[in-house]
Nanobody
C-alpha cells in the first residue's frame, strides 16, 4: 500500500514562497500520475497541478506562472514550488496519487497573510 507524507507548509506573507514536498512509500510512485489538491474552508477542492511519470505537467489556470510541480522518481518524491503567493492560495494542500485507485496524504496547511 502506497503512503504519502507531505511537508513544507506554513505561514507566509503575500508575495512570498513555499516549497511543498511529498514522499511516497511503495514501488508504484515512478509509474503514477501524481498531483497536488487543495481545499480551502467553504470552497470546492481544486486540483492545483499534476505531473506524469515522465514529467509532463498540467496546472490550474490561477496558479500558472507561479507554481511549479516536479518529481524525483528515484527518491519517490514530488514537489510543489509556490511563488508569488496570494491570500487566496490559503488552503490545506494534499499530495495525491491520481487515477485508478486514488491515494491521499494527510495534508499540509498553507496560510498566506495579506
Amino acid at each position: 500500500q502506497v503512503q504519502l507524507v507531505e511537508s513544507g507548509g506554513g505561514l507566509v506573507q503575500a508575495g512570498g514562497s513555499l516549497r511543498l514536498s511529498c514522499v511516497a512509500s511503495g514501488s508504484i510512485f515512478s509509474i503514477s500520475w501524481m498531483g497536488w489538491y487543495r481545499q480551502a474552508p467553504g470552497k470546492q477542492r481544486e486540483l492545483v497541478a499534476q505531473i506524469g511519470p515522465g514529467g509532463s505537467s498540467i496546472y490550474l489556470d490561477s496558479v500558472k506562472g507561479r507554481f511549479t510541480i516536479s518529481r524525483d522518481n528515484p527518491k519517490n518524491t514530488m514537489f510543489l514550488e509556490m511563488n508569488s503567493l496570494k491570500a487566496e492560495d490559503t488552503a490545506v494542500y494534499y499530495c495525491v496519487k491520481l487515477y485508478g485507485k486514488e491515494i491521499w496524504g494527510q495534508g499540509t496547511q498553507v496560510t498566506v497573510s495579506s
